[in-house]
């Protein structure tokens, strides 16, 4: 098998790759390259007996990066290519795959009910950056990365919650990210900000952060309408509360989904008054944390609960994210 590839093929390879970065633009590449297995058996056979001989697969990618670079404007970029080529030595082809983009930023959630991503028809944040981004740069799609999320009747309010937007295939890599942002803010219904350019591992470093997060609940009574002096009575018994730790068993309306355990959380600030003879309560809450059935207890699973501490069947009839504390993430970045 002869493996020394051509001249007349490697400038067929160097103009398919320019024709190619051309119409992605991509300015850097990383070359692979498919060997026939009996080529690959042999050669790993070879091993171990201190031949002074470059692997055979390192030697095909170092030529052909070698003369892209030296015919074109591109670059090898072995960390963090824009698109990655892979040449089949025995059939002569070249495929490639073109690397998404990513942008981080923060994104609030103004009007509800709206999902954090996309499933089926229901409108969606997710749905709502995309269909943007989209036309801003003919992307194939646009995956959303939360750093967690809120349920279709939370809202997303404060500085917003950290994002990763995936640019799947973009025709188009530098982006002007102000427009973005002004496009996507003007729906009114998602307004995004701090967008700025990042790398791949900032996925996994949003997917694996717990952050702490502040929320705003709006308590009812099932069984009761307490009068102002009641009303009263109860904050002044949940101010003083303080920081403790609940022992939540997973909610009932999650356990089809989720495994059967007991979490122990943090309520670590707690405050409640009374606006418009609603009771309401904002408190800073460990990542994890089940507010609902923090306020209602949910037949007992979530110990102790609001409901616990005041006598009686509260439930949230309205919550909203107040603040994700993510400070750590942008001092360290």
């Known amino acids: 098998m002869k493996l020394e590839i051509e001249k007349k093929k490697i400038a067929r390879i160097v103009r398919d790759v ?17 060997l026939p297995e009996e080529i690959e058996i042999l050669e790993e056979a070879g ?3 201190k031949l002074p001989r470059e692997a055979i697969k390192t030697r ?9 670079e030296r015919k074109t404007r591109f670059v090898a970029n072995r960390d963090n290519p824009d698109i990655i080529f892979t040449y089949d030595i025995e059939n002569n082809t ?10 981080f930023g923060k994104y609030l959630k103004k009007k509800k009910p709206i999902r954090q991503t996309k499933k089926g028809d229901m409108a969606s944040v997710e749905g709502i950056i995309e269909e943007i981004v989209k036309k801003k740069c003919g992307a194939k799609k646009v995956v959303l990365h939360g750093a967690g999320r809120e349920d279709i009747d939370v809202l997303m309010l404060g500085e917003g919650r950290p994002f990763v937007m995936e640019i799947v295939k973009p025709k188009k890599r530098k982006i002007d990210l102000k427009s ?10 998602v ?32 069984k009761e309408r307490p009068d102002v002096k009641k009303l009263e009575d109860y904050v002044k018994r949940i101010n ?13 309306r999650v356990l089809r989904r989720r495994a059967d355990i007991i979490r122990k959380r943090k309520i670590k600030k707690i405050k409640a008054e009374v606006e418009d003879g609603k009771l309401i309560i904002v408190m800073k809450t460990e990542s994890g944390t089940y507010i609902k059935e923090f306020i209602s207890g ?21 919550l909203n994210v107040l603040k994700v504390h993510s400070e750590w993430l942008e001092d360290w970045w």
């Open 60 to 68: 095909i990618n170092r030529i052909l990066s070698k003369e892209v």
């Open 191 to 222: 307004e995004v900000k701090k967008l700025k350019m990042t790398t791949r591992e900032m996925v996994e470093i949003i997917k694996r952060a717990r952050f702490d997060k502040t929320y705003m609940a709006i308590v009812n009574f099932q």
């Open 94 to 103: 070249l495929e490639f795959d073109v690397r998404p983009v990513y942008v």
């Open 240 to 252: 003083r509360i303080g920081e403790i730790v609940i022992n939540q068993r997973t909610p009932t």
């Open 47 to 49: 091993w171990g007996k």
């Open 298 to 318: 949910d037949n007992g699973r979530t110990k102790p609960s609001i409901s616990s501490i005041l006598g009686t069947n509260a439930e949230c009839s309205e």
């Open 18 to 34: 320019k024709k190619i970065m051309k119409k992605w633009d991509c300015e850097s590449f990383l070359f692979g390259c498919k």
């Open 180 to 189: 973005v942002e002004n496009e996507i803010n003007k729906t009114g219904v």
